[in-house]
């Protein structure tokens, strides 16, 4: 605005940039009314008066105006910074009717004597500074045009920041051509009205501080600019890698190695953190959608939204627009009942959706929550079938959840006979395209009768991700970690008795369930691979549509920036896109939704996932080792790793010992006792399983690794209550170690200060 | 492609495939990259000879040799980057020469003797003293366009 206000001066005429400058006032004087600020209304009602008049045409800027409007404008930043550090406008009586007073006579065509009077007076708001010499305690170069009072020696000299604007920059060389009394008459004024009633004047540098409050605090940033920071630093990334690789061997680089690392990744966060915004630029339209949806259908809806503060990458933002006011409209369309429906079953009349935003690991979740019809499994599996989407047979096999995962299919969304009926479906789909397309999921869940939630599980970034590295015939693959679920290494290839066929369908037993194989060599018309050679499989889950990869190798998991592929090679479909190595090689990354659709994996394979899942809150995966001659089970969310190492790398501290994990110590528990046992031979491999502890890591040794699998809760019979330290396990009563009873090291010194020691040689 | 035939003389960047010497405008070229390492990808229309990783970017590179039908080269190729509206895009050649003056006099449109595919490739050819040294222009061998002009 304050722009506007100068460049009007320079062209007085222009009616657009008049309007525009009204628009701002008026938009301040609404928003101040609506918020309780009488003060700032007050103001600025007078402002408008004199800018309507000026828009009306009825008066023409001249300097006398502009400058009124500018130190009207400093008035009023000054008390928005009172209520940006008190919270209250703060009081001025005098003031503000002297500015009125001004306003009004401009309004009359006249600059009169009062102006003289007000001008200090506007100099003491716009900077409230203790001093008089101190009078520019808001850094007055980035706005030069706001500076109403520059001392009177600088004025001189202010030629390269006021030459080209002419009145209201020197407002004070104006203000004196007024022939008002001498600014030193003003002076002694202004320690006495400091805007910010909260005491005596601070110093001058922590004034500096808050005054950056309103406006100096945010900078907008060219997107393009903030992309290009992007990719650099995914280039830092790269090097970082790379220099981490290529230094591992020696001690010294190794240790600046580290401190690029964290640099990088700090660097990196900052970055991504630049890129934010909070969802509510997206949500912000939807009352206005929901309200105007709900007026056009006759319905009632609220609409509530939680947790608009979290923040997306900007890109992602963008993206889920559409996602969510498509699933918003089916909501109140298709899910939300008429009043009287609503009624009768015996709900308020009001329906409610609800939106969410949260975190959840490296994602956020946005849900869209209504209370309305729900869907009902019966219908959309009889729509299904009547639309020929899923065979009769299998549409029978199928569970809830798979059921619902039907209205995602292309051809389930269209026909206007399909959502009548299901109450929900209207281009889900392309909900689900879109969503994807980032890299997300898209999730629902609905009861008949009670309402529906749709869950949009969207990555915080699209630029950088973890993923696994794997060879297949001499080239890399990256798979994303966040749809891999599990390795498995055969070491006589398809040899291996656990692959088994059915026709041409290659299957793999896994824990007593047929996992459905995809041969990457074969996939991509690569040179087969020889068929007793070994090879591992990649257990990966696109969108519930679990299989298994099958590939030469593993690599390290790396974390890889994503580079987009030229469109011919986007066409193929398998590549999510490419990234280039910590060791310089490039790698493809595999899209494993689209190898699982290629591959016809169906989410029937979930089948026993969810049956699974639904056993009840008791139900929880264990790693199933073997320690000694017992089998023990550990909460598989917090093993971190499984390692096996020579004996040697255990270290003691006291009496304990400890392993070195990725720069830091870790407590081990000789639960196997394999460190015993083996008295001598420094060379034997003991397997040592890292897990998360709370906060700290904890190894255990172990004899064997045997399973992973799920263990229901366990009661105590008559009493119900649910026992503790075991679990059901293949139908065997299994101990589940406490790793909270592994003690930490932090005493150790205290309690053995005389057998302290690490040996001076680290030994690999 | 005026400017081929308009200015009198031009600088242009000389590459080999198999026996034959092509030209490319050296305005063209925003970079040569001898021997790069390359990723193959699998599925790939037959033209793209791979990947090549050029100041933090994958480029889709195009194969003169796989475009020409020719066989796959056994030693690593140089690759020239090419820019085009939607980005960069490599050629793959067997190797890069030196820059030659040619004029606009010696340049001669394809001989309609010419088989169709190489008809659509080259941009004619100039005579140089002792042999011709073929036109080739960069627009022509876009990945996307190549994609529409020559399905596999």
Known sequence: ?764 | MNETHTSATQEVCSVRVGDTLYGVPIAHVLEILGKPATQPVPLAPYFVGGLVHYRGEVLTAVSLRRLLGMEASKTPEDVLVFENPDGLFGLFVDSVGEVLHVSAADHEPNPATLEARRQALFDGAWKLKDRLLVSLEPERLDPMRLASSFPA
């Open chain 1, 1 to 764: 605005m304050e722009r506007c206000l100068t460049d009007l001066e320079t062209r007085p005429g222009d009616t657009e940039l008049l309007a525009d400058i009204f628009r701002s006032v008026h938009t301040i004087k609404g928003t101040t009314g609506f918020l309780g600020f009488s003060r700032l209304e007050a103001l600025s009602h007078s402002g408008e008066n004199l800018l309507g008049l000026l828009r009306d045409g009825k008066l023409s800027a001249n300097p006398d105006i502009i400058s009124g409007l500018l130190s009207l404008m400093d008035v009023l930043r000054g008390v928005l910074h009172s209520i940006d550090t008190t919270g209250a406008e703060g009081e001025n009586p005098e003031l503000d009717s002297a500015m009125i007073a001004r306003l009004d006579k401009l309004q009359l065509g006249e600059a009169s004597p009062a102006v003289a009077a007000v001008e200090p007076e506007l100099a003491a708001v716009a900077a409230p500074a203790p001093t008089g010499k101190q009078r520019r305690p808001r850094a007055p170069r980035k706005h030069p045009h706001t500076q109403s009072a520059p001392p009177p020696a600088e004025t001189g000299e202010a030629g390269p920041l006021g030459e080209d604007q002419e009145e209201p920059v020197d407002a004070e060389p104006e203000v004196e051509r007024n022939s008002r009394p001498a600014p030193a008459a003003a002076k002694p004024s202004l320690p006495a009205r400091p805007v910010n009633e909260s005491g005596p004047s601070p110093a001058p540098e922590t004034q500096a501080a808050p005054t950056s409050g309103t406006a100096d605090s945010t900078l907008r940033v060219d997107v393009e600019l903030l992309n290009r920071m992007m990719n650099l630093v995914g280039e830092l990334v790269l090097t970082r890698n790379q220099i981490l690789q290529a230094t591992s061997t020696d001690a010294n680089f190794a240790l600046l190695g580290r401190r690029l690392d964290m640099v990088t990744a700090d660097l990196r966060e900052s970055v991504m953190k630049a890129r934010m915004q909070p969802v509510s630029h997206v949500f912000s339209r939807f009352p206005r959608l929901v309200r105007d949806l709900a007026l056009g259908l006759d319905k009632k809806v609220r609409l509530e939204m939680e947790g608009q503060e979290t923040e997306l990458d900007k890109s992602l933002l963008e993206a889920i627009r559409d996602p969510l006011t498509h699933s918003i409209r089916n909501s109140i369309d298709h899910g939300i009942e008429m009043p009287d429906v609503r009624v009768a079953n015996g709900k308020p009349a009001e329906g409610l959706v609800r939106l969410r935003a949260c975190h959840e690991g490296s994602h956020v979740i946005v849900e869209v929550h209504d209370d309305g019809a729900g869907m009902s499994i019966e219908k959309i599996r009889a729509k299904a079938v009547e639309r020929q989407l899923v065979p009769p047979a299998r549409a029978e096999l199928m569970n809830e959840r798979e059921i619902l995962q039907l209205i995602f299919l292309p051809g389930f969304s269209t026909a206007e006979a399909v959502t009548s009926v299901s109450g929900r479906g209207v281009g889900m789909d392309v909900v689900r395209t879109n969503v994807e397309k980032i890299g997300g999921k898209v999730e629902v869940d609905s009861h008949a009768g009670k309402g529906t939630v749709l869950r949009l599980r969207i990555p915080l970034t699209l630029a950088i991700i973890p993923a696994l590295i794997v060879h297949s015939r001499g080239q890399n693959f990256a798979v994303p970690q966040a749809s891999l679920t599990e390795l498995v290494h055969l070491s006589t290839g398809e040899n291996d008795p656990r692959i088994e066929r059915l026709e041409n369908a290659a299957l793999y037993r896994l824990r007593g369930r047929l996992l459905p194989l995809v041969f990457l060599d074969r996939l991509l018309q690569q040179t087969p691979r020889e068929i007793g050679a070994p090879c591992d499989i990649a257990i990966l889950n696109a969108d519930g549509r679990r299989f298994g990869l099958i590939v030469d190798g593993l690599a390290d998991p790396e974390e890889i920036v994503v580079k987009p592929l030229a469109a011919v090679l986007r066409e193929i479909g398998f590549y999510a896109g490419a990234t280039i190595l910590g060791n310089g090689e490039m790698a493809l990354i595999l899209n494993p939704g689209a190898i699982a659709q290629n591959a016809n994996v169906s989410l029937t394979a979930e089948i026993e996932d969810s049956s699974s899942d639904e056993k009840g809150a008791g139900h929880r995966d264990f790693l199933v080792v073997e320690v000694g001659s017992r089998r023990a089970a550990l909460p598989l969310e917090t093993v971190v790793r499984i390692e096996r190492i020579p004996r040697s790398r255990i270290e003691r501290a006291g009496s304990r010992p400890v392993l070195r994990f990725e720069g830091a110590l870790l407590p081990l528990d000789d639960a196997a006792s394999d460190l015993v046992d083996q008295g001598g031979d420094p060379e034997a491999q003991t397997t040592v399983v890292v897990c998360r502890d709370g906060q700290r890591h904890v190894g255990m040794t172990v004899s064997q690794v045997l399973d992973v699998t799920g263990g229901s809760q366990l009661e105590e019979a008559g009493s119900g209550l649910v026992a503790d330290g075991i679990t059901l396990l293949h139908e065997k009563v299994t101990g589940i170690v406490s790793l909270a009873n592994i003690p930490s090291l932090d005493n150790v010194v205290e309690q053995a200060p005389m057998e302290f020691s690490l040996p001076a040689e680290e030994t690999r």
